[in-house]
Protein backbone atom coordinates (compact mmCIF):
# COMPACT_ATOMS: atom_id res chain seq x y z
CA UNK A 1 0.00 0.00 0.00
CA UNK A 2 1.34 3.34 -0.95
CA UNK A 3 2.51 5.89 1.97
CA UNK A 4 -1.42 7.10 3.92
CA UNK A 5 -3.13 4.94 1.84
CA UNK A 6 -3.49 1.99 4.10
CA UNK A 7 -5.99 3.96 6.67
CA UNK A 8 -7.40 4.84 3.54
CA UNK A 9 -8.57 2.16 1.75
CA UNK A 10 -9.18 -0.60 4.20
CA UNK A 11 -7.63 -4.27 3.03
CA UNK A 12 -7.95 -7.48 4.22
CA UNK A 13 -7.11 -9.35 7.50
CA UNK A 14 -3.73 -10.57 7.65
CA UNK A 15 -4.83 -15.16 8.02
CA UNK A 16 -7.12 -14.38 4.78
CA UNK A 17 -4.33 -12.37 2.55
CA UNK A 18 -2.29 -15.08 3.94
CA UNK A 19 -5.02 -18.20 2.64
CA UNK A 20 -5.39 -16.28 -1.03
CA UNK A 21 -2.21 -16.57 -1.53
CA UNK A 22 -1.81 -19.96 -0.21
CA UNK A 23 -4.76 -21.04 -2.79
CA UNK A 24 -2.95 -19.42 -5.73
CA UNK A 25 -5.59 -16.93 -6.05
CA UNK A 26 -2.95 -14.21 -5.67
CA UNK A 27 0.82 -14.28 -7.32
CA UNK A 28 2.22 -11.56 -6.55
CA UNK A 29 1.80 -9.88 -9.87
CA UNK A 30 0.79 -6.50 -11.02
CA UNK A 31 -0.42 -4.28 -14.25
CA UNK A 32 2.81 -3.25 -15.54
CA UNK A 33 4.70 -6.19 -15.38
CA UNK A 34 2.03 -8.59 -16.84
CA UNK A 35 1.89 -5.95 -19.91
CA UNK A 36 5.76 -5.87 -20.10
CA UNK A 37 5.75 -10.07 -19.63
CA UNK A 38 3.53 -10.23 -22.56
CA UNK A 39 5.46 -8.15 -25.04
CA UNK A 40 8.50 -10.27 -24.53
CA UNK A 41 6.70 -13.31 -25.09
CA UNK A 42 4.71 -12.20 -28.21
CA UNK A 43 6.28 -8.55 -28.79
CA UNK A 44 4.49 -8.38 -32.75
CA UNK A 45 1.00 -9.75 -31.91
CA UNK A 46 -2.04 -6.99 -32.50
CA UNK A 47 -3.02 -6.18 -28.60
CA UNK A 48 -5.07 -2.70 -29.27
CA UNK A 49 -7.35 -2.41 -32.60
CA UNK A 50 -9.12 1.36 -33.13
CA UNK A 51 -10.02 2.26 -36.78
CA UNK A 52 -7.33 1.88 -39.14
CA UNK A 53 -4.84 1.91 -36.01
CA UNK A 54 -3.59 -1.60 -34.71
CA UNK A 55 -0.85 -1.38 -31.47
CA UNK A 56 1.19 -4.85 -31.31
CA UNK A 57 2.00 -5.58 -26.97
CA UNK A 58 5.50 -4.37 -27.98
CA UNK A 59 4.24 -0.87 -29.48
CA UNK A 60 1.94 -0.58 -25.99
CA UNK A 61 4.43 -1.99 -23.72
CA UNK A 62 6.40 1.06 -24.92
CA UNK A 63 4.02 3.73 -25.50
CA UNK A 64 3.30 2.80 -21.67
CA UNK A 65 7.56 3.17 -20.56
CA UNK A 66 7.16 6.71 -22.29
CA UNK A 67 4.18 7.77 -21.11
CA UNK A 68 5.48 6.97 -17.73
CA UNK A 69 8.31 8.87 -18.04
CA UNK A 70 6.58 11.57 -19.49
CA UNK A 71 3.96 11.86 -16.54
CA UNK A 72 7.04 11.53 -13.61
CA UNK A 73 8.59 14.22 -15.36
CA UNK A 74 5.72 16.46 -14.59
CA UNK A 75 5.73 15.49 -11.15
CA UNK A 76 3.31 12.58 -11.02
CA UNK A 77 4.46 10.48 -8.33
CA UNK A 78 3.68 6.97 -6.64
CA UNK A 79 0.01 7.02 -4.76
CA UNK A 80 -0.91 10.14 -6.49
CA UNK A 81 -4.32 10.27 -8.26
CA UNK A 82 -5.52 10.92 -11.92
CA UNK A 83 -8.92 11.19 -12.93
CA UNK A 84 -9.18 9.26 -16.29
CA UNK A 85 -12.03 10.35 -18.53
CA UNK A 86 -11.29 8.95 -21.93
CA UNK A 87 -13.58 7.02 -24.50
CA UNK A 88 -12.89 4.10 -26.30
CA UNK A 89 -9.43 5.05 -27.68
CA UNK A 90 -5.61 3.67 -27.03
CA UNK A 91 -4.68 6.43 -25.36
CA UNK A 92 -6.46 5.23 -22.65
CA UNK A 93 -4.62 2.00 -22.14
CA UNK A 94 -1.43 3.89 -22.89
CA UNK A 95 -2.66 6.35 -20.17
CA UNK A 96 -3.26 3.97 -17.64
CA UNK A 97 -0.65 0.83 -18.08
CA UNK A 98 1.78 3.94 -17.66
CA UNK A 99 0.21 4.89 -13.89
CA UNK A 100 -0.09 1.30 -13.29
CA UNK A 101 4.24 1.33 -14.00
CA UNK A 102 4.39 4.59 -12.22
CA UNK A 103 2.19 3.57 -8.70
CA UNK A 104 -0.02 6.15 -9.03
CA UNK A 105 -3.58 6.01 -9.32
CA UNK A 106 -6.22 5.74 -11.84
CA UNK A 107 -9.76 7.56 -11.08
CA UNK A 108 -11.83 5.83 -13.52
CA UNK A 109 -14.40 8.55 -14.98
CA UNK A 110 -16.94 7.82 -17.79
CA UNK A 111 -17.05 10.06 -20.73
CA UNK A 112 -21.23 10.96 -19.45
CA UNK A 113 -19.61 12.27 -16.66
CA UNK A 114 -20.14 16.44 -16.59
CA UNK A 115 -18.89 19.19 -13.84
CA UNK A 116 -20.65 18.00 -11.00
CA UNK A 117 -19.03 14.37 -10.77
CA UNK A 118 -15.78 15.29 -12.12
CA UNK A 119 -15.56 18.60 -9.58
CA UNK A 120 -16.04 15.91 -6.80
CA UNK A 121 -13.72 13.14 -7.84
CA UNK A 122 -11.16 15.81 -8.64
CA UNK A 123 -11.57 17.30 -5.12
CA UNK A 124 -12.73 14.76 -3.34
CA UNK A 125 -9.31 12.11 -4.39
CA UNK A 126 -6.76 15.34 -4.27
CA UNK A 127 -6.11 14.46 -8.03
CA UNK A 128 -3.29 16.40 -9.68
CA UNK A 129 -4.08 15.31 -13.26
CA UNK A 130 -7.25 15.18 -15.48
CA UNK A 131 -6.84 13.30 -18.52
CA UNK A 132 -9.71 14.26 -21.41
CA UNK A 133 -10.28 13.86 -25.17
CA UNK A 134 -10.36 17.19 -26.60
CA UNK A 135 -14.15 16.52 -27.31
CA UNK A 136 -16.21 13.75 -27.86
CA UNK A 137 -19.63 13.17 -28.95
CA UNK A 138 -20.09 16.64 -29.60
CA UNK A 139 -19.63 17.67 -26.38
CA UNK A 140 -16.01 19.84 -25.31
CA UNK A 141 -14.25 18.06 -22.61
CA UNK A 142 -11.89 21.13 -22.17
CA UNK A 143 -14.47 23.86 -21.55
CA UNK A 144 -15.46 21.48 -18.59
CA UNK A 145 -11.64 20.79 -17.61
CA UNK A 146 -11.27 24.77 -17.87
CA UNK A 147 -14.23 24.96 -15.06
CA UNK A 148 -12.97 21.87 -13.10
CA UNK A 149 -9.17 23.42 -12.90
CA UNK A 150 -10.72 26.70 -11.17
CA UNK A 151 -12.38 24.67 -8.51
CA UNK A 152 -10.49 21.54 -7.66
CA UNK A 153 -7.09 23.22 -5.66
CA UNK A 154 -4.79 20.36 -6.46
CA UNK A 155 -4.95 19.44 -9.45
CA UNK A 156 -2.09 21.01 -11.53
CA UNK A 157 -2.28 19.37 -15.35
CA UNK A 158 -5.04 19.04 -17.58
CA UNK A 159 -3.67 16.37 -20.17
CA UNK A 160 -5.96 16.50 -23.57
CA UNK A 161 -5.87 13.36 -26.33
CA UNK A 162 -6.74 15.96 -29.10
CA UNK A 163 -6.07 19.34 -30.08
CA UNK A 164 -5.88 20.76 -26.07
CA UNK A 165 -6.78 24.38 -26.28
CA UNK A 166 -5.53 25.71 -23.20
CA UNK A 167 -4.42 22.81 -21.53
CA UNK A 168 -1.47 20.35 -22.27
CA UNK A 169 -1.65 18.24 -25.08
CA UNK A 170 -1.53 14.37 -24.53
CA UNK A 171 0.62 13.64 -27.11
CA UNK A 172 3.40 16.07 -25.54
CA UNK A 173 3.24 13.96 -22.86
CA UNK A 174 5.81 11.04 -23.61
CA UNK A 175 9.39 11.47 -23.59
CA UNK A 176 12.37 8.40 -23.21
CA UNK A 177 12.24 6.82 -20.28
CA UNK A 178 15.52 7.75 -18.47
CA UNK A 179 15.36 4.40 -15.92
CA UNK A 180 12.54 2.19 -15.30
CA UNK A 181 10.96 2.96 -11.78
CA UNK A 182 10.94 0.51 -9.49
CA UNK A 183 6.71 0.30 -9.80
CA UNK A 184 4.09 -0.64 -6.98
CA UNK A 185 3.63 -4.21 -5.04
CA UNK A 186 1.35 -6.38 -6.12
CA UNK A 187 -0.48 -5.75 -2.64
CA UNK A 188 -0.61 -1.45 -3.54
CA UNK A 189 -3.73 0.00 -4.58
CA UNK A 190 -3.96 0.02 -8.68
CA UNK A 191 -6.41 2.02 -9.21
CA UNK A 192 -10.11 3.65 -7.77
CA UNK A 193 -13.44 3.08 -9.27
CA UNK A 194 -16.45 4.80 -8.80
CA UNK A 195 -19.49 3.16 -6.51
CA UNK A 196 -22.71 2.69 -8.55
CA UNK A 197 -24.19 3.47 -4.58
CA UNK A 198 -27.55 4.58 -3.05
CA UNK A 199 -25.53 8.07 -0.99
CA UNK A 200 -25.78 11.25 -2.84
CA UNK A 201 -22.13 11.18 -4.17
CA UNK A 202 -20.80 8.10 -5.55
CA UNK A 203 -17.87 5.86 -3.23
CA UNK A 204 -14.35 5.36 -4.67
CA UNK A 205 -13.54 1.54 -4.95
CA UNK A 206 -9.61 0.46 -3.50
CA UNK A 207 -8.58 -2.04 -6.24
CA UNK A 208 -4.69 -3.98 -5.71
CA UNK A 209 -3.08 -5.87 -8.17
CA UNK A 210 -3.60 -8.93 -6.66
CA UNK A 211 -6.91 -9.04 -6.64
CA UNK A 212 -7.66 -7.25 -9.68
CA UNK A 213 -5.55 -9.92 -11.72
CA UNK A 214 -7.21 -12.90 -9.89
CA UNK A 215 -10.44 -11.95 -11.02
CA UNK A 216 -8.84 -11.42 -14.68
CA UNK A 217 -7.16 -15.12 -14.48
CA UNK A 218 -11.36 -16.52 -13.03
CA UNK A 219 -12.79 -14.54 -15.83
CA UNK A 220 -10.39 -15.94 -18.54
CA UNK A 221 -11.03 -19.19 -17.50
CA UNK A 222 -14.73 -19.39 -16.95
CA UNK A 223 -14.81 -17.31 -20.44
CA UNK A 224 -12.61 -19.31 -22.28
CA UNK A 225 -10.64 -16.56 -23.37
CA UNK A 226 -7.20 -17.20 -24.91
CA UNK A 227 -4.40 -15.77 -27.19
CA UNK A 228 -6.93 -16.12 -30.15
CA UNK A 229 -10.04 -14.28 -28.47
CA UNK A 230 -10.54 -11.23 -30.20
CA UNK A 231 -13.03 -8.87 -28.23
CA UNK A 232 -15.38 -5.95 -28.85
CA UNK A 233 -15.09 -3.31 -26.53
CA UNK A 234 -18.60 -1.95 -27.31
CA UNK A 235 -19.41 -0.20 -23.90
CA UNK A 236 -17.56 2.39 -22.20
CA UNK A 237 -13.76 1.27 -21.75
CA UNK A 238 -13.63 2.42 -18.04
CA UNK A 239 -16.65 0.67 -16.53
CA UNK A 240 -16.19 -2.75 -14.64
CA UNK A 241 -18.19 -5.28 -16.88
CA UNK A 242 -15.88 -4.58 -20.05
CA UNK A 243 -12.78 -3.66 -18.60
CA UNK A 244 -12.36 -7.05 -16.51
CA UNK A 245 -15.38 -9.42 -16.69
CA UNK A 246 -13.29 -10.77 -18.40
CA UNK A 247 -13.20 -7.47 -20.34
CA UNK A 248 -10.52 -5.45 -22.21
CA UNK A 249 -7.69 -6.22 -19.33
CA UNK A 250 -8.64 -9.97 -19.09
CA UNK A 251 -8.02 -9.71 -23.28
CA UNK A 252 -4.95 -8.39 -22.52
CA UNK A 253 -4.21 -10.66 -20.02
CA UNK A 254 -4.38 -14.03 -22.71
CA UNK A 255 -2.19 -12.15 -24.63
CA UNK A 256 -6.06 -11.53 -26.97
CA UNK A 257 -6.94 -8.89 -29.23
CA UNK A 258 -9.15 -5.77 -28.10
CA UNK A 259 -11.01 -3.85 -31.00
CA UNK A 260 -12.51 -0.43 -29.52
CA UNK A 261 -15.83 0.79 -30.90
CA UNK A 262 -16.54 4.60 -30.38
CA UNK A 263 -20.00 3.75 -30.09
CA UNK A 264 -22.26 0.84 -28.69
CA UNK A 265 -25.09 0.84 -31.79
CA UNK A 266 -25.46 -2.03 -34.12
CA UNK A 267 -24.59 0.21 -37.29
CA UNK A 268 -20.98 0.81 -35.61
CA UNK A 269 -20.35 -2.55 -33.95
CA UNK A 270 -21.60 -5.37 -36.52
CA UNK A 271 -19.30 -3.69 -39.41
CA UNK A 272 -16.05 -4.21 -37.25
CA UNK A 273 -17.37 -7.75 -35.74
CA UNK A 274 -17.32 -8.86 -39.74
CA UNK A 275 -14.45 -6.76 -40.23
CA UNK A 276 -11.93 -8.07 -37.30
CA UNK A 277 -14.01 -11.79 -36.87
CA UNK A 278 -14.85 -10.65 -32.93
CA UNK A 279 -15.36 -13.88 -30.76
CA UNK A 280 -16.67 -12.13 -27.33
CA UNK A 281 -18.03 -8.93 -26.51
CA UNK A 282 -20.38 -7.36 -23.57
CA UNK A 283 -23.42 -5.37 -23.80
CA UNK A 284 -26.03 -4.46 -21.37
CA UNK A 285 -29.72 -5.73 -21.25
CA UNK A 286 -31.29 -2.45 -23.72
CA UNK A 287 -28.23 -2.67 -26.41
CA UNK A 288 -28.46 -6.54 -26.61
CA UNK A 289 -31.76 -6.48 -27.09
CA UNK A 290 -31.35 -3.73 -29.74
CA UNK A 291 -28.49 -5.56 -31.10
CA UNK A 292 -31.12 -8.85 -31.65
CA UNK A 293 -33.62 -6.61 -33.48
CA UNK A 294 -31.09 -5.29 -36.15
CA UNK A 295 -28.94 -8.88 -36.18
CA UNK A 296 -32.36 -10.15 -38.05
CA UNK A 297 -31.46 -7.83 -40.66
CA UNK A 298 -27.45 -6.95 -40.53
CA UNK A 299 -25.57 -7.37 -43.96
CA UNK A 300 -22.61 -7.90 -41.95
CA UNK A 301 -21.27 -11.97 -41.25
CA UNK A 302 -21.76 -11.98 -37.12
CA UNK A 303 -20.64 -15.93 -37.48
CA UNK A 304 -17.56 -15.30 -35.63
CA UNK A 305 -19.26 -14.12 -32.80
CA UNK A 306 -18.74 -17.10 -30.41
CA UNK A 307 -20.23 -15.34 -26.82
CA UNK A 308 -22.02 -12.80 -26.06
CA UNK A 309 -22.06 -11.47 -22.27
CA UNK A 310 -24.73 -9.73 -21.08
CA UNK A 311 -24.73 -7.90 -17.85
CA UNK A 312 -24.89 -4.76 -16.03
CA UNK A 313 -28.41 -4.64 -15.57
CA UNK A 314 -30.91 -8.28 -14.94
CA UNK A 315 -31.75 -9.70 -18.00
CA UNK A 316 -35.21 -11.32 -17.64
CA UNK A 317 -35.81 -14.58 -19.00
CA UNK A 318 -38.16 -13.22 -21.58
CA UNK A 319 -35.33 -11.51 -22.97
CA UNK A 320 -32.84 -14.02 -22.51
CA UNK A 321 -35.04 -15.99 -24.17
CA UNK A 322 -35.51 -13.74 -27.61
CA UNK A 323 -31.42 -13.53 -27.75
CA UNK A 324 -30.71 -17.06 -27.86
CA UNK A 325 -31.31 -17.32 -31.48
CA UNK A 326 -30.11 -14.07 -32.46
CA UNK A 327 -26.35 -14.39 -33.19
CA UNK A 328 -25.77 -18.42 -33.14
CA UNK A 329 -23.60 -17.62 -30.43
CA UNK A 330 -23.48 -18.69 -26.15
CA UNK A 331 -25.56 -16.50 -24.19
CA UNK A 332 -24.19 -15.90 -21.16
CA UNK A 333 -25.36 -13.98 -17.87
CA UNK A 334 -23.00 -11.84 -15.99
CA UNK A 335 -23.73 -10.33 -12.05
CA UNK A 336 -21.46 -8.33 -10.69
CA UNK A 337 -19.97 -5.44 -9.05
CA UNK A 338 -17.33 -3.23 -8.98
CA UNK A 339 -16.70 -4.35 -5.57
CA UNK A 340 -15.60 -7.40 -6.26
CA UNK A 341 -18.23 -10.37 -6.47
CA UNK A 342 -18.78 -11.78 -10.37
CA UNK A 343 -21.32 -14.77 -11.22
CA UNK A 344 -21.32 -16.68 -14.45
CA UNK A 345 -23.54 -18.77 -16.07
CA UNK A 346 -20.97 -21.77 -17.72
CA UNK A 347 -20.60 -21.80 -21.05
CA UNK A 348 -21.70 -25.12 -20.94
CA UNK A 349 -24.81 -24.52 -18.74
CA UNK A 350 -28.40 -25.79 -19.70
CA UNK A 351 -30.21 -23.67 -21.34
CA UNK A 352 -32.45 -23.38 -18.59
CA UNK A 353 -29.97 -22.07 -16.28
CA UNK A 354 -28.49 -19.30 -18.64
CA UNK A 355 -32.29 -17.96 -19.55
CA UNK A 356 -33.32 -17.80 -15.73
CA UNK A 357 -30.45 -17.34 -13.23
CA UNK A 358 -27.77 -14.63 -13.39
CA UNK A 359 -24.73 -17.30 -12.80
CA UNK A 360 -22.53 -18.82 -9.87
CA UNK A 361 -19.43 -17.18 -8.09
CA UNK A 362 -16.32 -16.91 -9.98
CA UNK A 363 -13.99 -18.30 -7.17
CA UNK A 364 -14.19 -21.06 -5.14
CA UNK A 365 -13.03 -18.93 -1.95
CA UNK A 366 -16.23 -16.46 -3.02
CA UNK A 367 -18.10 -17.00 0.40
CA UNK A 368 -21.91 -15.79 0.31
CA UNK A 369 -24.50 -15.04 2.74
CA UNK A 370 -28.35 -14.23 2.20
CA UNK A 371 -30.14 -12.96 4.84
CA UNK A 372 -33.12 -11.55 6.16
CA UNK A 373 -33.72 -7.84 7.47
CA UNK A 374 -32.64 -9.12 10.75
CA UNK A 375 -29.79 -10.57 9.46
CA UNK A 376 -30.44 -14.27 10.21
CA UNK A 377 -29.88 -16.91 7.24
CA UNK A 378 -33.11 -17.26 5.16
CA UNK A 379 -34.42 -20.81 4.59
CA UNK A 380 -32.71 -22.93 1.13
CA UNK A 381 -33.99 -21.14 -2.13
CA UNK A 382 -36.19 -18.48 -0.27
CA UNK A 383 -34.84 -14.75 -1.13
CA UNK A 384 -33.20 -12.09 0.71
CA UNK A 385 -30.05 -9.79 1.05
CA UNK A 386 -27.10 -10.69 -0.52
CA UNK A 387 -23.74 -10.40 1.73
CA UNK A 388 -20.36 -11.21 0.17
CA UNK A 389 -16.51 -11.88 1.07
CA UNK A 390 -13.71 -13.35 -1.00
CA UNK A 391 -10.45 -12.91 -2.86
CA UNK A 392 -11.55 -10.31 -4.84
CA UNK A 393 -14.40 -7.96 -3.06
CA UNK A 394 -13.05 -5.07 -1.44
CA UNK A 395 -13.26 -4.71 2.63
CA UNK A 396 -13.81 -1.40 2.66
CA UNK A 397 -14.47 2.34 0.24
CA UNK A 398 -11.69 4.41 0.08
CA UNK A 399 -11.67 7.30 2.71
CA UNK A 400 -15.32 6.54 4.04
CA UNK A 401 -14.98 5.21 7.78
CA UNK A 402 -18.44 6.23 8.60
CA UNK A 403 -20.25 4.40 5.33
CA UNK A 404 -18.13 1.28 5.42
CA UNK A 405 -19.57 0.63 9.30
CA UNK A 406 -22.65 0.94 7.64
CA UNK A 407 -21.69 -1.29 3.73
CA UNK A 408 -19.81 -3.79 5.83
CA UNK A 409 -20.48 -6.62 8.64
CA UNK A 410 -17.62 -6.59 11.31
CA UNK A 411 -16.64 -9.88 9.75
CA UNK A 412 -15.63 -7.93 6.70
CA UNK A 413 -19.14 -8.94 4.47
CA UNK A 414 -19.76 -6.51 2.13
CA UNK A 415 -23.48 -5.73 2.04
CA UNK A 416 -24.60 -5.96 -1.77
CA UNK A 417 -28.06 -4.53 -1.54
CA UNK A 418 -29.10 -6.89 -3.81
CA UNK A 419 -31.94 -9.00 -3.10
CA UNK A 420 -31.41 -12.79 -4.95
CA UNK A 421 -32.13 -16.41 -3.81
CA UNK A 422 -29.69 -19.50 -4.55
CA UNK A 423 -30.76 -22.46 -6.82
CA UNK A 424 -30.02 -25.76 -5.67
CA UNK A 425 -27.05 -25.52 -8.56
CA UNK A 426 -25.49 -22.59 -6.92
CA UNK A 427 -26.69 -20.34 -9.27
CA UNK A 428 -28.04 -16.79 -8.02
CA UNK A 429 -31.28 -15.54 -9.50
CA UNK A 430 -31.42 -11.54 -8.55
CA UNK A 431 -35.11 -10.85 -7.16
CA UNK A 432 -34.54 -7.13 -6.87
CA UNK A 433 -32.61 -4.14 -5.15
CA UNK A 434 -32.54 -3.01 -1.07
CA UNK A 435 -30.70 -0.49 -1.73
CA UNK A 436 -31.97 3.14 -3.10
CA UNK A 437 -30.70 2.79 -6.62
CA UNK A 438 -32.04 3.04 -9.84
CA UNK A 439 -30.47 0.32 -12.86
CA UNK A 440 -31.11 2.41 -15.42
CA UNK A 441 -29.71 0.62 -18.70
CA UNK A 442 -26.89 -0.46 -16.75
CA UNK A 443 -26.04 2.62 -15.31
CA UNK A 444 -26.54 2.76 -11.45
CA UNK A 445 -27.70 6.01 -9.90
CA UNK A 446 -28.05 6.87 -6.52
CA UNK A 447 -31.72 8.60 -5.83
CA UNK A 448 -30.08 10.54 -3.13
CA UNK A 449 -27.78 12.31 -5.87
CA UNK A 450 -30.89 13.51 -8.05
CA UNK A 451 -33.02 14.37 -4.72
CA UNK A 452 -30.51 17.03 -3.91
CA UNK A 453 -30.28 18.70 -7.03
CA UNK A 454 -33.95 19.28 -7.41
CA UNK A 455 -34.35 20.18 -4.11
CA UNK A 456 -31.81 23.28 -4.65
CA UNK A 457 -35.13 24.56 -7.49
CA UNK A 458 -36.33 27.35 -5.94
CA UNK A 459 -39.89 26.10 -6.88
CA UNK A 460 -39.50 22.46 -5.09
CA UNK A 461 -40.26 21.85 -1.31
CA UNK A 462 -39.69 18.58 -1.41
CA UNK A 463 -38.30 15.51 -4.00
CA UNK A 464 -38.23 11.76 -3.92
CA UNK A 465 -36.57 9.98 -6.79
CA UNK A 466 -37.57 5.97 -7.97
CA UNK A 467 -36.94 3.75 -10.21
CA UNK A 468 -39.89 2.77 -12.26
CA UNK A 469 -40.08 -0.65 -14.54
CA UNK A 470 -39.33 -0.02 -17.98
CA UNK A 471 -39.19 -3.07 -20.71
CA UNK A 472 -36.47 -1.38 -22.94
CA UNK A 473 -34.11 0.13 -19.97
CA UNK A 474 -35.32 -2.20 -16.71
CA UNK A 475 -35.51 0.76 -14.44
CA UNK A 476 -36.51 4.57 -15.81
CA UNK A 477 -35.83 7.46 -13.51
CA UNK A 478 -38.98 9.15 -11.98
CA UNK A 479 -38.94 12.29 -9.77
CA UNK A 480 -41.86 13.42 -7.71
CA UNK A 481 -42.17 16.85 -6.45
CA UNK A 482 -43.86 19.33 -4.31
CA UNK A 483 -44.08 22.48 -5.31
CA UNK A 484 -43.31 25.46 -2.92
CA UNK A 485 -46.37 27.08 -1.59
CA UNK A 486 -47.40 30.10 -3.99
CA UNK A 487 -44.63 28.18 -6.85
CA UNK A 488 -45.10 26.90 -10.06
CA UNK A 489 -43.38 23.44 -10.70
CA UNK A 490 -41.34 23.19 -13.95
CA UNK A 491 -42.27 20.64 -16.33
CA UNK A 492 -40.16 17.61 -17.22
CA UNK A 493 -38.03 19.60 -19.98
CA UNK A 494 -37.65 22.10 -17.29
CA UNK A 495 -36.36 20.34 -14.69
CA UNK A 496 -33.97 18.36 -16.96
CA UNK A 497 -32.56 21.41 -18.94
CA UNK A 498 -32.26 23.04 -15.53
CA UNK A 499 -30.10 19.88 -13.62
CA UNK A 500 -28.08 19.68 -16.80
CA UNK A 501 -27.35 23.23 -16.46
CA UNK A 502 -26.09 21.76 -12.80
CA UNK A 503 -23.62 19.75 -14.27
CA UNK A 504 -24.97 16.27 -13.85
CA UNK A 505 -24.94 13.65 -16.16
CA UNK A 506 -27.31 12.89 -18.78
CA UNK A 507 -27.92 9.16 -17.80
CA UNK A 508 -29.04 11.00 -14.11
CA UNK A 509 -31.83 13.09 -15.54
CA UNK A 510 -35.24 12.00 -14.90
CA UNK A 511 -37.34 10.27 -17.64
CA UNK A 512 -40.55 11.22 -15.64
CA UNK A 513 -41.05 14.00 -13.60
CA UNK A 514 -44.83 14.33 -11.69
CA UNK A 515 -46.07 16.27 -9.21
CA UNK A 516 -47.71 15.46 -6.24
CA UNK A 517 -49.14 17.55 -3.24
CA UNK A 518 -47.93 14.53 -0.85
CA UNK A 519 -45.84 11.70 -0.59
CA UNK A 520 -47.48 8.69 0.87
CA UNK A 521 -46.32 7.35 4.03
CA UNK A 522 -45.14 4.41 6.14
CA UNK A 523 -47.08 3.58 8.99
CA UNK A 524 -44.16 5.20 10.81
CA UNK A 525 -44.76 8.36 9.18
CA UNK A 526 -41.51 7.60 6.41
CA UNK A 527 -41.96 8.33 2.67
CA UNK A 528 -42.82 4.70 1.07
CA UNK A 529 -40.59 4.57 -2.13
CA UNK A 530 -42.20 1.43 -2.53
CA UNK A 531 -45.88 3.10 -3.26
CA UNK A 532 -44.07 5.45 -5.45
CA UNK A 533 -42.52 2.92 -7.56
CA UNK A 534 -46.19 1.64 -8.37
CA UNK A 535 -47.12 3.23 -11.73
CA UNK A 536 -49.98 5.55 -10.65
CA UNK A 537 -48.98 6.43 -6.57
CA UNK A 538 -51.44 7.77 -4.37
CA UNK A 539 -51.37 12.05 -5.52
CA UNK A 540 -49.04 11.40 -8.57
CA UNK A 541 -49.90 14.17 -11.24
CA UNK A 542 -49.68 13.83 -15.54
Not at 151 to 174: D, F, K, S, W
Not at 347 to 360: A, K
Amino acid sequence: MTPGESAAAPTWPAEFAARYRAAGWWRGETFGAMLRDRAAAHPKRIALTAGDRHLTYAALDEAADRMAAGLLALGIAPGDRVVVQLPNVPEFFEVIFALFRIGALPVFALPAHREAEISYFCSFTEAVAYVIPATWEGYDHRALATRVLAAAPTLRHVLVAGEPGGHTALGAVPRDPVATPPGPNPEDLAFLQLSGGSTGVPKLIPRTHDDYLYSLRGSNEICGVSADTVYLCALPAAHNFPLSSPGTLGTLYAGGRVVLSPRPDPDTAFPLIARERVTLTALVPPLALAWAEAAAGTPHDLGTLRVLQVGGAKLSREAATRLLPAFGATLQQVFGMAEGLVNYTRLDDPEELIVSTQGRPLSPDDELRIVDEEGRPVPPGAPGHLLTRGPYTIRGYWRAPEHNARAFTPDGFYRTGDLVRLTPTGHLVVTGRAKDQINRGGEKVAAEEIENHLLAHPAVHDAEVVAQPDPYLGERICAYLIARQGAELPGRAAVRAWLRARGLAEYKLPDLVRAVTAFPTTGVGKVSKRHLREPAPPGAGS
